[in-house]
């Protein structure tokens, strides 16, 4: 009798363990060594900041892929140019993906998009040292549909401004 009540207080105690823990959180893939801190920004710089991020337009990418599109390469060299002309902005390349896949297979697929990114703006003559790059995978995606369109949106690299 006292060894069925120690495995029932066992198994009472495993079920409630399970019911109250969650799923782990997904994070984001970060691939450089400095983390970017959120910092108080003086109100003169946010309009500076504001017209930085309005300057730099994102780009997309096909189903399943990485590297630069053809109608993307006239967006990367205003990026490029703008950045170049404007030495104190210094960028985070976000990597994104539509919902299909895994999670941890659109966390590798938004990597490699923002890593061709920053290659492609390094070759244009854009400092690495600016650029850090991020991955969210399918977790933020910019359309919450799921149709084409939406994950046509939601396939893109964006270039968040740094405060």
């Given at each position: 009798?006292?060894?069925?009540?120690?495995?029932?207080?066992?198994?009472?105690?495993?079920?409630?363990?399970?019911?109250?823990?969650?799923?782990?959180?997904?994070?984001?893939?970060?691939?450089?060594?400095?983390?970017?801190?959120?910092?108080?920004?003086e109100?003169?710089?946010?309009?500076?900041?504001?017209?930085?991020?309005?300057?730099?337009?994102?780009?997309?990418?096909?189903?399943?892929?990485?590297?630069?599109?053809?109608?993307?390469?006239?967006?990367?060299?205003?990026?490029?140019?703008?950045?170049?002309?404007?030495?104190?902005?210094?960028?985070?390349?976000?990597?994104h993906?539509?919902?299909?896949?895994?999670?941890?297979?659109?966390?590798?697929?938004?990597?490699?998009?923002?890593?061709e990114?920053?290659?492609?703006?390094?070759?244009?003559?854009?400092?690495?040292?600016?650029?850090?790059?991020?991955?969210?995978?399918?977790?933020?995606?910019?359309?919450?549909?799921?149709?084409?369109?939406?994950?046509?949106?939601?396939?893109?690299?964006?270039?968040?401004?740094?405060?």
């Open positions: 009798m006292k060894k069925k009540m120690t495995l029932m207080g066992i198994f009472v105690a495993v079920l409630g363990l399970m019911m109250f823990s969650g799923c782990a959180e997904k994070k984001a893939v970060v691939t450089d060594s400095t983390a970017q801190q959120p910092a108080a920004v109100p003169a710089k946010t309009d500076a900041l504001t017209a930085a991020q309005a300057a730099l337009q994102d780009i997309n990418f096909d189903f399943d892929k990485s590297n630069i599109r053809e109608d993307a390469r006239q967006i990367m060299k205003a990026n490029a140019d703008f950045l170049i002309k404007n030495k104190d902005v210094n960028i985070i390349i976000e990597g993906c539509d919902e299909r896949g895994t999670a941890e297979y659109n966390m590798a697929l938004g990597e490699r998009r923002a890593q990114a920053k290659k492609y703006l390094i070759n244009l003559g854009v400092a690495s040292a600016r650029m850090k790059t991020v991955s969210y995978g399918e977790e933020r995606p910019l359309d919450p549909a799921s149709n084409e369109e939406a994950w046509a949106k939601n396939r893109r690299a964006h270039f968040a401004v740094v405060k």
